[in-house]
């Protein structure tokens, strides 16, 4: 599990960190543009030694030694503990010589549609090692070779994707098909809507079969034609099955243990999903592991979030021990992260104008500029009032054309409305 990381020059800040990661979940929130992401892909790094989608960390220009310190346990007792400093003319974040520990099998999904998966049974590997065949220090997918398959130098094939290798489980009715569906089952936005494989299915006069799904009004649905929440979450599903039902062939042809954990970073979780999907999808990853092997594999999830949905989802089963919230802000020109004292908000609203959203008000921007303009009236601040709300005339013409007859503002300013009117009887008496 990654404990820790710390950056110095490198990302959106001269310093960013140092990051104490939680166990179990952590959560990574901020505006867009902070550095969510980048964290993400440098904790790939960190973890796998390697770049996903061969993005360099790049540091910045004046910094004069850009460092990334970081720990993580490991199978033995104890935390691997490292720091690896940039070389500017090699271009290279250099690490010591020499197998590191094994944090565990490692899967990034990020927001594109692209995934990357690390296995310790076949990307763990030192330059020096002697091979018969290409063996990759990862493997990294891009959206269409998630769907369409994977292949190396000198056409050797490391995955045949989800199309393909759905179809032929299915029809030759593999237990990797049985675990898809278990894991499709647990990643399911409900109980009444359930992701089912439906048969195999021709698209137009392709003679290609098709994997589908069962749709809730029955019919079977190609899943290239499937929604695209579905199609995150399918291929999600898949490159589970496919990383772990690899990984124990892998065990079983080199002698070695099956990995005692698995780390999920996910970038924007909450991307393409219906409500009711994002307040179940963290919960269903912390459970994917056991519904997959029968047995429970202790699971570290560092998610990116925009979502108070989500947030809001984990309330009952957040524990301060083993979980954690980050919030980036900028401040003086400079990204932040500190991580948030935990406290239950109880619903979404509450969760859009805390310090992880950092919302005045869960309203459009003109509901929030004519409630600002209504409390700067009845607090007498009449001079800081926009030139077109300068009455109250006029502030109350734009609170009903901007909120809800039953917006819980109302009754505040009906009580405002009554006393001016009071005020305005006893003058003219």
């Known amino acids: 599990m990654l404990k820790s990381l710390h950056l110095k020059g490198v990302g959106p800040a001269k310093e960013f960190g140092p990051v104490e990661f939680a166990q179990r979940l952590n959560f990574i929130t901020g505006d867009n543009g902070l550095g969510k992401s980048f964290l993400l892909d440098t904790a790939w790094w960190v973890l796998t030694r390697t770049w996903a989608r061969d993005s360099v960390a790049v540091p910045q220009r004046d910094a004069k030694k850009p460092g990334i310190s970081y720990a993580y346990t490991k199978s033995t007792p104890g935390a691997f503990v490292d720091e690896s400093f940039f070389n500017r003319s090699e271009q290279v974040w250099p690490v010591k ?38 063996r990759l220090k990862a493997f990294n997918f891009t959206p269409e070779q998630v769907w369409k398959g994977l292949e190396g130098s000198g056409g050797i094939r490391h995955c045949n994707g989800l199309i393909l290798d759905w179809v032929l489980w299915q029809k030759g009715q593999d237990p990797a098909f049985a675990d898809l569906t278990k894991v499709l089952d647990a990643l399911s936005p409900s109980g009444e809507e359930k992701l089912t494989p439906g048969e195999p299915v021709r698209v137009g006069l392709d003679v290609k079969d098709y994997p589908s799904l069962r749709m ?33 062939i892998a065990c079983q042809q080199t002698g070695r243990k099956a990995a005692k954990e698995i780390i999920f970073l996910v970038d924007e979780i909450e991307c393409h999903l219906h409500p009711q999907w ?11 592991m056991q519904a997959l092997t029968g047995r429970k594999i202790p699971v570290q999830l560092i998610v990116a979030t ?54 005045q008000q869960a309203r459009s921007v003109e509901a929030e500029l004519a409630i600002e303009a209504a409390e700067a009236w009845m607090r007498g601040d009449k001079a800081s009032l926009p030139e077109n709300l300068k009455t109250q005339a006029a502030i109350h013409k734009e609170l009903i054309r901007v909120l809800a007859g039953h917006d819980d503002f109302w009754p505040r300013w009906v009580v405002e409305t009554e006393r001016g009117l009071a005020r305005s009887k006893k003058g003219g008496a």
Do not use: C
């Not at 579905?230 to 124990?248: D, K, N, P, Q």
């Open 278 to 288: 994002q307040r179940r999808i963290v919960p269903a990853l912390l459970n994917v």
């Open 97 to 134: 010589q020499g197998r590191p520990p094994i944090p565990g099998v490692v899967i990034y999904a990020g927001v594109d549609g692209s995934f990357s998966a690390w296995d310790p049974a076949r990307n763990y590997w030192q330059d020096k090692d002697v091979q018969g065949f290409e």
């Open 306 to 359: 925009h979502s108070p949905l989500v947030l809001a989802s984990v309330e009952p089963a957040f524990d301060e021990e083993k979980d954690a919230v980050f919030n980036l802000t900028l401040k003086d020109g400079e990204a932040r992260i500190e991580q948030a004292v935990w406290a239950k908000q109880g619903d979404v609203v509450n969760w859009l104008v805390s310090d992880a959203f950092g919302l």
């Open 216 to 248: 809730p009004y029955g019919q079977d649905v190609a899943l290239i034609h499937a929604s695209a929440g579905m199609r995150r979450i399918t291929a999600l599903a898949y490159l589970l099955v496919w990383t772990w039902r690899e990984h124990l």
